[in-house]
């Protein structure tokens, strides 16, 4: 699968291109071995994995999306259901929130 990148967390500014270079990089072994979907996952703000559902769209491979969220959301607040629209819209065909919390507090 793919995860969050380096261009995203570990830089003071947020440069689009440079999360989605990473994305198509990190994607390319991926694609190159004809899989059959591709996992975003472990990602923990909304911002970024659109970035890399939109950049990864055009690969046709279907895309299941995951945020480690909570009850409040990502890392900058935004509500769950929002980014669930978010990530929906740019292009992921399955969408949910990954292990950052247990299930009983997900639920």
Do not use: H
């Not at 909570?70 to 292990?99: I, L, Y």
């Amino acid at each position: 699968g793919i995860t969050q990148t380096k261009a995203y967390t570990y830089q003071s500014v947020k440069d689009k291109k440079l999360v989605q270079r990473e994305i198509l990089q990190n994607a390319e072994i991926l694609i190159k071995n004809k899989v059959d979907f591709i996992i975003l996952e472990y990602f923990r703000n909304v911002e970024e994995i659109v970035w890399a559902i939109e950049c990864l769209k055009d690969c046709n491979k279907p895309l299941f999306a995951s945020l480690c969220i909570g009850p409040r959301g990502d890392s900058a607040g935004v509500d769950p259901g929002e980014c669930a629209v978010r990530m929906v819209r740019a292009g992921a065909d399955v969408v949910g929130a990954n292990c950052l919390f247990d299930p009983f507090i997900n639920l």
